[in-house]
């Protein structure tokens, strides 16, 4: 079945470090993939998105491309910042967008911490 | 405007009772789904609504676990003759249309069964 595989963490860096996340995905079909983030005490908010191969999704200083050849969808940041600290979900939608299923397939998440 | 709202955010029962979750979703998103995570997991898809109707239960563990949504903006779950096991967060999240690639999440209600 479709599934996400991304690095475990903690992942802890200084402020200002360059940041990667790293998502890998199985799935039939073309599907959508997304990041979410989980800042501390709050919901899970759609950080960033992409719907086809080679799309570049991007927010907030963030983005990750489309990889079809790689399956992967990694996660980057130039810079990090304090505030960049949460919880960084993997996710996938099968069957692209507007497809027959509209469930999330999540992965275990990436804790990031960044320190002064 | 309001997001997604749950109640309640904690809820500690024993193990063989009966609970509701309950779910408000933003106003005028027709499609509303149920996940749960547990400790150190991403979250699991439960059941997804579009309108009143359950459009896929694929996630539902086992017949203990129920969810409904009469009249296609509020839903709760509801989970029979707990277990251990059923401790989690349960989630809910809703979205504009079927197919629509956002999905808006609620805070989650924290489920302990001692």
């Known amino acids: 079945g479709d599934s996400v595989t991304q690095m475990e963490g903690p992942v802890t860096l200084s402020e200002e470090a360059f940041l990667t996340i790293n998502c890998t995905y199985t799935?039939?079909?073309?599907?959508?993939l997304f990041w979410y983030v989980q800042y501390p005490g709050e919901g899970l908010q759609l950080l960033l998105k992409?719907?086809?191969?080679?799309d570049k999704g991007s927010n907030k200083g963030f983005e990750a491309t489309y990889r079809k050849e790689t399956t992967s969808f990694h996660l980057e940041k130039g810079s990090v910042q304090v505030s960049d600290s949460a919880v960084y979900f993997c996710?996938?939608?099968?069957?692209?967008?507007?497809?027959?299923?509209?469930?999330?397939?999540f992965g275990t998440g990436t804790l990031l911490a960044v320190q002064p | 405007g309001a997001g997604v709202s749950q109640t309640p955010s904690n809820k500690v029962t024993e193990k063989g009772k009966y609970v509701e979750l309950r779910c408000d979703p933003i106003?005028?998103?027709?499609?509303l789904y149920w996940y749960r995570q547990s400790l150190g997991q991403g979250p699991e898809f439960l059941i997804y609504?579009?309108?009143?109707?359950?459009?896929?239960d694929s996630g539902l563990p086992n017949d203990r676990f129920f969810a409904v949504r009469p009249e296609g903006s509020v839903s709760t779950l509801k989970i029979q003759r707990t277990e251990r096991g059923d401790s989690a967060v349960y989630l809910c999240?809703?979205?504009?249309?079927?197919?629509?690639?956002?999905?808006?999440f609620g805070p989650g209600t924290r489920l302990t069964v001692l």
């Open positions: 996710a996938l939608k099968a069957g692209g967008e507007g497809g027959a299923t509209n469930k999330l397939i």
């Open positions: 992409a719907t086809k191969a080679d």
């Open positions: 106003s005028g998103h027709t499609a």
């Open positions: 999240a809703s979205s504009l249309t079927f197919g629509s690639a956002e999905q808006f």
């Open positions: 609504f579009q309108g009143t109707g359950a459009a896929d």
């Open positions: 799935a039939t079909g073309y599907p959508s």
